[in-house]
């Protein structure tokens, strides 16, 4: 039996912004970000004008390096991606975290970005994170974004029409279809919802402080472990019984 020959189709890059350029005005107007408080200020305006451009389909990764064209475009001075943060042990690298994104400025300022695209609302882990990175990579500025996700693929039925036939069993034209509905459309749609972004500002303390902290720590109750599921949320049975439900006890054990 003759094997199938492969073929490998090379296509034209899809350029994320056509079709946007009304949002192309907005970019050419973004003050030039050159200290950390005009960062601060503009970064959310700079995520929310990018999530109505890309939509809610995209990947973290493809929101990090779209936002890292705007940063530049907006005045950073430098974008660093995935940025390696070692873990060392007897003075020897044993591991590494990666870190998003840590920009510098024209100031001598430093932040350092990380990004998640979950539907619903971040969660401790998510804080937790950030908190470790911005402990461990030295920087004292953070800021956790999340581009609110929807699984699947944008419509473009706007942009290009389709005709489906030939297809067996089906007793309609799949075109007439409407898969979720308007409303779900509508209420789905970037322009409808906002960019969560939280700027966290660490502090650097004292022995004193370190060693009160360290007390309270100890002599706090233990944490309430809640499950989280696939989509990086709490889980809602969890969270209404303040304990983890039995999916996720035997998930634990």
Do not use: W
Request: positive net charge.
């Amino acid at each position: 039996m003759a094997t199938p020959e492969r073929c490998t189709l090379t296509l034209p890059p899809i350029a994320l912004d056509e079709h946007h350029h009304s949002h192309q005005n907005a970019y050419s107007i973004t003050p030039i970000i050159l200290t950390l408080a005009v960062f601060q200020r503009e970064l959310p305006n700079i995520c929310q004008r990018l999530f109505q451009t890309i939509g809610s389909q995209q990947s973290e990764a493809t929101y990090q390096r779209c936002l890292k064209l705007d940063l530049l475009d907006a005045g950073v001075e430098k974008v660093h991606l995935e940025v390696e943060i070692p873990l060392t042990y007897k003075g020897v690298v044993v591991s590494c975290r990666r870190s998003d994104m840590i920009v510098e400025l024209a100031c001598g300022g430093r932040a350092l970005l990380e990004f998640k695209a979950v539907p619903n609302e971040m969660t401790i882990e998510h804080r937790r994170q950030i908190e470790y990175y911005l402990h461990h990579a030295d920087i004292n500025d953070g800021y956790l974004i999340n581009f609110p996700h929807d699984a699947g693929f944008a419509d473009v039925t706007d942009k290009s029409k389709f005709e489906y036939s030939g297809l067996a069993g089906i007793t309609q034209q799949l075109s007439s279809l409407q898969l979720g509905g308007p409303v779900l459309r509508l209420r789905n749609h970037p322009s409808n919802r906002e960019v969560e972004v939280v700027h966290i500002r660490r502090k650097i303390m004292g022995a004193e402080e370190q060693n009160a902290a360290r007390i309270t720590m100890a002599s706090a109750p233990p944490p309430i472990r809640l499950g989280i599921t696939k989509s990086g949320t709490i889980c809602k049975i969890c969270k209404k019984q303040n304990r983890l439900c039995r999916l996720h006890i035997h998930q634990a054990t």
